[in-house]
Structure formats: structure tokens, C-alpha cells
């Protein structure tokens, strides 16, 4: 009896997440494509179907514009089909069986810079939601602006052995400036195994030293174990403050920083200094909605925040059949003076899909690793 309660609980948290993940990100996904889906309208693009979601349709409606509204059975994203695309992502049809009034409403018939400024809104819609949402949560439960200032020193910490003290003042790491106390983390969580030389202040005479973060097991907001780069090194919190002002401007610093962290990682992956376990799919954002929700309105805001600059950052990188692989190709063509052919273009998508396809087969691989 008690495993069958156990089955039917883990079922039901499963369906809860399920139910969850299908909410958070069709409304980051609608952010993201409507952004394309105004200025493909504002460049008198035709937009054929705007879904939300994969695959099948389950419900939709048609505007006067001739556009399709539709929700999809899939899930795990969604597109703008706009006149001339050859499929849901952006590849260009034969542009040669369009008549000459609809290659007037041609997304690919377009000027480069209107295509980019089409290409480009969708994350930057993602950018505007994240700073929006995020001025709402800091709003709502204030934010900590904390002197630089050290408290306490963990024993056997690296900042310990580098010869910290309490009321040391750390002004600079590496080449980041220190202001709060919450940079440090900032720093050191983007410089995995990392030696850094830090700057202080005792005193009032300026000093240098190095060390290496280590790492160990702490939990996120969510309660989850996860694994952090850690100095040693405590503060006392400041007083908390929730002005509108101060919640905009930590917002738009807090998005800035997601983006940086993101492609940052990506690129540390690659290069082989972060462990590509850290690349979590489907599974895991899916636990970690039903987890945001269960804690209510204001922390699913954060969570959708930090999803949808996560988001903007992966569609801005240079791979085919995203965003990001799309700008990268127009400024190809800027350079050269031509466009690709649709030949080099479909050669392209072909690669863009390799890599895309790799990357959910890690992130996958590592959910149902960490599931056991």
C-alpha cells in the first residue's frame, strides 16, 4: 500500500509540474513571439499562424487579418509562420511561387534591417518581460542593497587561508568593480574554478590577494540541493528597501546579469570549465514551475523572470533556426553583399538542427539522471 501511495503521490506531483511548466512558458513563449508577431505587423509582414506550442493544432481562431490563433499539443514552445517562410522556422520558401502582391508581405522579400528589427523583438520582448516582472517582485518583497563589507569568515574557507578578516571592505574582483555584498556572488557563481585576485580594503590601505572558490552543497529558494562556488565569506544584511526607483533599476541590472551568466556558462561548457551537467531540460524547468507556483504568485513572477531572460540569451546565440542564427546570417549577407542562397541556408538550418538536437539529448539525458 504505502509503495502505491508513493506511485500515486509521485504521479501527481509529476501532472502538477506538468500542468505548471504548460502554463509558465506558454505565456514566456506568447511574450516572445508577439514580439516578433508587432513588428512583422508594424513592417507590413503578413503574418499566416501564430501558435503556442507543437504539432497539431487543439483550438485556434483566424483574425480579420487573415492571422491563425492557435494552441498546439506540444507544449515546449511555439512560432510566428509569417508569408514566405518555407516552415515554423523562418527557413524561406520558394519565393518564386508567391504572386507579386503577396511578395509585397513577404517576411523574406523585406529589407535586412527590417527582417533583423522582426527577428531581434522576439527576445527583446523576453528582455522587457523579465525587467517588468522583476520590478514587481523586488516591489512586492523589497531587496537588500549590502555593504561590501566582511562579517564573519567560514573556518577552512579559502578566503580563510587567503587571510580575510571580519571588516575587510572588497572593492574589486578580477576585473568586476565591488559595490554590494551580493556582487561577490554574482563573481564568483560566473567564474567556476576560477583563482581570483581580490582587492580590500583594512585599515584603509588597499590589499591584493588570490584564491580559488571551492565548491559546496547548498539549497536554492525552492529547497532544492544544488552545488555553489563559495569564498567563506558572510556579511551583515543591510536594511531592506522596496522604492519603485531602486526596484527598476535592480531589475534591468538583475536581467543584464541573467543574460551575461547564461551565455557565459554556454560558452564555459564548451570550452570544457563547467560541467555540462549543469544543462537542465524540460524535466527539471517542469519541477521547478510546480515548485514556483506551490509558493505563490509573486515567486512564479521570479521564476518566469529569470525563465524569459534565460530565454532571450539562448535565442540571441549564433545557431541556425534561432533568432540569434538568423541575425548572424543577415550581418553574413551585410559583409558579402548578397543573400545566402536558399541552398546555404538550408544547409545551415540542417546545422543549426544538429547542434539544437544535441543539446535537448544532454539536457534530457542529465533530467532523467538527476531523477534517480
Not at 505565456?27 to 499566416?48: D, L, Q, S, T, W
Not at 491563425?68 to 515554423?88: C, E, H, Q, T
Not at 558572510?234 to 547564461?262: D, F, P, W
Amino acid at each position: 500500500m504505502e509503495l502505491i501511495s508513493n506511485l500515486i503521490g509521485h504521479f501527481s506531483d509529476g501532472m502538477y509540474n506538468l500542468l505548471s511548466f504548460s502554463l509558465i512558458i506558454s505565456v514566456i513563449v506568447f511574450v516572445h513571439e508577439y514580439g516578433h508577431y508587432i513588428i512583422a505587423r508594424a513592417c507590413k509582414v503578413k503574418v499566416e499562424s501564430f501558435s503556442i506550442g507543437f504539432g497539431r493544432e487543439i483550438f485556434g481562431f483566424s483574425d480579420k487579418h487573415g492571422t491563425r490563433w492557435k494552441f498546439s499539443i506540444i507544449p515546449m514552445g511555439g512560432y510566428v509562420k509569417m508569408l514566405g517562410d518555407g516552415n515554423a522556422a523562418s527557413v524561406p520558401g520558394d519565393q518564386q511561387e508567391l504572386t507579386e502582391e503577396e511578395k509585397l508581405y513577404s517576411f523574406h522579400t523585406k529589407l535586412r534591417y527590417k527582417k533583423a528589427a522582426v527577428v531581434f523583438a522576439g527576445p527583446f520582448a523576453n528582455i522587457i518581460f523579465s525587467i517588468i516582472a522583476l520590478t514587481i517582485f523586488f516591489s512586492a518583497v523589497g531587496y537588500y542593497r549590502t555593504p561590501s563589507v566582511i562579517e564573519s569568515v567560514v573556518k577552512g574557507s579559502a578566503a580563510e587561508q587567503a587571510g580575510l578578516l571580519p571588516g575587510d571592505i572588497i572593492t574589486r574582483i578580477n576585473e568586476h568593480k565591488i559595490k554590494h555584498f551580493e556582487d561577490i556572488s554574482r563573481v564568483v557563481m560566473s567564474n567556476p574554478k576560477t583563482k581570483m585576485k581580490i582587492e580590500y580594503e583594512r585599515d584603509n590601505k588597499k590589499h591584493i590577494i588570490s584564491l580559488t572558490p571551492i565548491t559546496i552543497e547548498d539549497r536554492d529558494v525552492f529547497g532544492n540541493v544544488i552545488e555553489r562556488e563559495t569564498i567563506g565569506i558572510t556579511a551583515k544584511m543591510g536594511a531592506r528597501q522596496s522604492s519603485l526607483l531602486g526596484s527598476v533599476n535592480l531589475a534591468v541590472s538583475e536581467t543584464y546579469h541573467t543574460i551575461c551568466l547564461t551565455v557565459k556558462a554556454i560558452f564555459q561548457i564548451i570550452a570544457g570549465t563547467r560541467s555540462s551537467n549543469e544543462i537542465g531540460g524540460p524535466i527539471k524547468i517542469a519541477k521547478y514551475s510546480g515548485q514556483s507556483t506551490k509558493k505563490g504568485l509573486i515567486m512564479v513572477l521570479y521564476f518566469m523572470a529569470v525563465i524569459s531572460a534565460n530565454l532571450a540569451a539562448v535565442n540571441l546565440l549564433p545557431i541556425p533556426l534561432l533568432d540569434g542564427g538568423h541575425l548572424f546570417c543577415y550581418l553574413i549577407e551585410t559583409i558579402i553583399r548578397r543573400d545566402l542562397s536558399l541552398k546555404e541556408q538550408k544547409y545551415a538550418a540542417t546545422f543549426g538542427a544538429a547542434v539544437l538536437f544535441l543539446l535537448m539529448a544532454v539536457a534530457v539525458s542529465n533530467d532523467i539522471r538527476n531523477l534517480f
